[in-house]
């Protein structure tokens, strides 16, 4: 039984070369990519278990260190389908990012920023039969970083995605509503399509937030199709 | 509805994709896809390496990479129980080496033997797509990806070359050999 994956629609994407964020210019593949129909490798993809989370995987306040670390204490949540709309049960969700203060526990990340004890900016965790996830965190701080000029990241969540098969994988950032630096980032700026940044974009859920203890914020993600009707054929 | 946007990986992907290699003591120390051979499989074991280079020549040495593959026999997702299939390592921060214990992939059902590869880095908006087939495999004049390459001399771009057992492919984003990523 073979689920052949729909065509990615490239406009949804950043292109390649995005000269105002400068590593794209050397990193950019610059002839285009092959087209093909999926085969048996790109339709099918590992499987995870719910047995390989820890109980504090999906807890950054609380995965790291013993200290509770420092900034406002959120839950990211939300839902995972893909473009025909199914949910996507047993997708594993890593995530990483900068502490309050903008900086990563990485090290390559020399912002002034302090580090924080109680905090290392990584976790996990996996949607369930209705494609749900959560997770809770600090609100990371937004930074600047060397572009060539006066360039701040907006505050952001890196999310890896796996669906049903290898060919969903999907790597990208979660950005907070009214932040101005969404609006000022080669990064984000590279998306052609401004509805696709307003989806990269969570809000404020006052029905989610846990009186006296943290906001939530809401943030849906879709993986590419796979064509509805399965069927038996050559690969 | 519509595919979510993808972004970069970044630079500090490694804390959130390989903690441990990075540092930061998470997951009982181990990271995801550390390790493909889980036991005493009857498959024939390889080590695949692979080096990046962008349009400079220059290594990319914080790339992370993952694979995914058939096991000895052709079987994709593996059916071999000490074998997973499934693989991620970051490249080497000094010469760009990506390194990966596997095993040689048996070929999938109409396909030459070939291992998936997908690559993501700073710089890379959108994570690659491309394929590392085994130089002088049977089947590759016949292979649905390889025989849609044009022109053909560009096949040589995803050939992995044997020594020992350790088989080894560069991959160039960009100039005359830029390597043929896959719209998938």
Redesign the interface.
């Known amino acids: 039984m073979r689920r052949p994956?729909k065509?990615?629609?490239?406009g949804?994407?950043?292109?390649?070369l995005?000269p105002d964020?400068r590593?794209?210019?050397?990193?950019?593949?610059?002839?285009?990519?092959?087209?093909?129909?999926?085969?048996?490798?790109?339709e099918?993809?590992?499987?995870?278990g719910h047995d390989?989370l820890?109980p504090v995987?999906a807890d950054l306040t609380r995965?790291?260190g013993n200290d509770d670390p420092i900034g406002e204490r959120i839950i990211v949540l939300g839902h995972v389908?893909?473009?025909?709309?199914r949910p996507v049960p047993d997708a594993?969700i890593?995530?990483?990012q900068a502490n309050a203060g903008g900086r990563?526990?990485?090290?390559?990340?020399g912002y002034l920023a302090p580090l924080d004890s109680g905090f290392?900016?990584?976790g996990?965790c996996m949607t369930d039969a209705d494609g749900a996830y959560a997770f809770r965190t600090v609100r990371p701080g937004p930074y600047p970083w060397p572009n060539g000029g006066n360039d701040w990241r907006p505050a952001h969540i890196?999310f890896?995605l796996f669906g049903a098969s290898?060919?969903q994988?999907?790597?990208?950032?979660m950005y907070f509503e009214g932040d101005p630096h969404i609006a000022l980032c080669p990064?984000?700026q590279?998306?052609p399509?401004p509805v696709?940044?307003e989806?990269?974009t969570a809000r404020l859920d006052m029905e989610a937030t846990i009186p006296m203890d943290a906001r939530a914020y809401r943030f849906d993600?879709?993986?590419?199709?796979r064509r509805a009707t399965p069927f038996e054929g050559?690969? | 509805?519509?595919?979510?946007?993808?972004?970069?990986?970044?630079?500090?992907?490694?804390?959130?994709?390989l903690?441990n290699v990075?540092?930061?003591p998470?997951?009982?120390g181990t990271d995801?896809?550390a390790a493909l051979v889980t036991g005493p499989t009857d498959a024939a074991r390889i080590t695949l390496t692979l080096r990046i280079f962008?349009?400079?020549g220059?290594a990319?040495t914080?790339a992370m990479v993952?694979i995914?593959?058939?096991d000895g026999a052709g079987h994709?997702?593996s059916q071999d129980a000490d074998f997973?299939?499934?693989g991620r390592a970051t490249a080497d921060p000094e010469t760009g080496l990506i390194r990966f214990e596997t095993v040689k992939p048996g070929p999938?059902?109409?396909?030459a033997p070939?291992v998936?590869l997908?690559i993501?880095?700073?710089?890379?908006?959108?994570?690659?797509?491309t394929?590392a087939y085994f130089a002088g495999d049977d089947g590759q004049d016949t292979d649905?990806?390889l025989s849609?390459?044009d022109p053909p001399a560009r096949r040589e771009t995803l050939m992995a070359r044997q020594d020992g057992d350790t088989w080894h492919l560069d991959i160039r984003?960009?100039g005359d050999a830029?390597?043929?990523?896959?719209?998938?």
Not at chain 1, 12 to 16: K, M
Not at chain 2, 120 to 129: K, S, V
């Open positions: 994956l065509p990615r629609v490239r949804n994407h950043p292109p390649a995005h964020y590593t794209t210019v050397l990193r950019s593949p610059r002839l285009a990519p092959l087209s093909m129909p999926s085969t048996l490798s790109e099918t993809g590992p499987v995870f390989m820890g995987d995965n790291f389908h893909d473009e025909t709309g594993l890593e995530v990483w990563y526990r990485h090290r390559k990340d290392g900016g990584c996990r890196h890896s290898f060919g994988r999907l790597v990208t950032q990064i984000v590279s998306i399509d696709a940044i989806r990269l993600i879709v993986l590419r199709g050559q690969p | 509805m519509k595919e979510t946007a993808s972004q970069t990986a970044g630079p500090y992907l490694h804390i959130g994709l903690p990075a540092g930061l998470m997951y009982n995801p896809g962008d349009g400079a220059d990319v914080d993952e995914w593959q058939a994709i997702p997973t299939g499934w999938v059902a109409g396909q070939h998936t997908w993501a880095a700073r710089g890379i908006n959108l994570a690659l797509h394929r649905p990806v849609r390459i984003l960009q830029e390597t043929v990523f896959l719209d998938i």
